[in-house]
């Protein structure tokens, strides 16, 4: 309105009297109310490509809001103004305050913290609950579910997860979607292209079960970020293991070594890949890997996607085992995937006796 009105909205909606001006003052008194006008446009158009991609800077953006409206009702003491009669935006300053302190502290509140468990919700479990039994069902969701890497397996693993039950989700990753992530890299769409992963999954995983909690961390998972955020011996957490790289195995190490955190481990590389669990204070990789592990990184790998999908799977078996105090399968052997032969063969792990 202030850009497209004659007057700038300065006369005929701030009531400001312009006939007692200068012909010079009045004129910039409406240019600087056109560009008011542009900046709440500019403004608008942030918050509605905020709403519809970066959800994450909801709060920010009300966080700003609140400080406009309470600076515009400094200002109107500090340096009033003199109109003809009280300008709408001057009493619209105190409805929109106490609003947007209100849509600020709702805005803090974490997406899909109601877990309804019972009715016509519970029903979407009705074909696994039973399986797990009611008490791996009632600890499932005080388990945090630490996913390191959201790219191949890491998004099969999520998907999985957030279709088991309410979990509680947080995914580590520092990468933003390339092209060629597609092949593999199920919970995202072309339109992701180039935005971070970690953000792209938390938006899927609420709109496939809003009763999750996602914890998202644009950054890779080292020792101590995992001591700092969990501590150095959290109970009730599990991590998952999705990365495509050694140095971040080489931290996870020290996680299965150090703590008595489970592990789930995986690995793949075209028609191949391997999975294991460690299970707290044993040898580790060491066990899984050849010897050198931790200097042979080969960015860029061919993989196919049927092979992700069933190592990821085969991980998230892993965590059922555990969650039900089973005996976990491949808590002591390294299972092999051989996609060309379509044979699983497991090997017991250096370390172990069979």
Not at 288 to 316: M, N, S, Y
Not at 329 to 335: E, F, G, I, N, Q
Not at 342 to 351: C, I, K, L, N
Request: aromatic fraction near 8%; hydrophobic fraction near 45%; glycine fraction near 8%.
């Amino acid at each position: 309105i202030h850009i497209v009105a004659p007057d700038g909205g300065a006369e005929s909606i701030a009531t400001i009297p312009l006939n007692s001006f200068s012909p010079a003052a009045a004129a910039a008194v409406v240019h600087l109310f056109a560009l008011w006008g542009l900046s709440q446009l500019l403004i608008g158009a942030l918050y509605v490509v905020a709403l519809a991609r970066y959800r994450a800077l909801i709060p920010l953006l009300y966080l700003l809001a609140v400080a406009e409206y309470l600076i515009r009702i400094i200002l109107t003491f500090a340096k009033p103004l003199s109109t003809v009669e009280t300008a709408p935006g001057v009493i619209g300053n105190y409805i929109l305050l106490p609003l947007l302190l209100i849509l600020f502290v709702l805005s803090l509140k974490p997406w899909g913290t109601t877990r309804p468990r019972s009715g016509a919700a519970a029903d979407r479990y009705a074909r696994h609950r039973h399986i797990l039994g009611d008490e791996a069902w009632a600890r499932l969701p005080g388990v945090k579910c630490v996913v390191a890497g959201a790219g191949g397996l890491g998004s099969n693993v999520i998907t999985l997860l957030a279709r088991l039950g309410p979990v509680d989700l947080h995914l580590w990753d520092p990468g933003v979607l390339d092209p060629p992530d597609l092949n593999r890299q199920i919970l995202y769409q072309e339109s992701d292209v180039g935005t971070q992963k970690v953000h792209g999954a938390a938006q899927r995983v609420r709109a496939m079960n809003s009763e999750c909690l996602v914890a998202v961390h644009s950054e890779s998972l080292t020792w101590d970020r995992f001591v700092q955020l969990y501590g150095d011996n959290p109970a009730n957490l599990v991590l998952f293991d999705c990365v495509d790289n050694q140095a971040s195995r080489a931290e996870f190490h020290r996680i299965a070594t150090q703590t008595d955190v489970p592990v789930f481990h995986a690995a793949v590389e075209g028609w191949y890949g391997q999975v294991a669990t460690f299970t707290g204070r044993g040898s580790g990789y060491d066990d899984v890997l050849p010897r050198g592990w931790r200097e042979a990184d080969e960015p860029g790998k061919q993989i196919l996607p049927h092979i992700v999908t069933t190592a990821a799977a085969t991980q998230v078996g892993e965590f059922v085992h555990w969650l039900r105090g089973d005996r976990v399968p491949l808590s002591t052997s390294l299972l092999q995937i051989d996609g060309v032969q379509a044979r699983f063969s497991t090997f017991t792990r250096r370390g172990h006796t069979s």
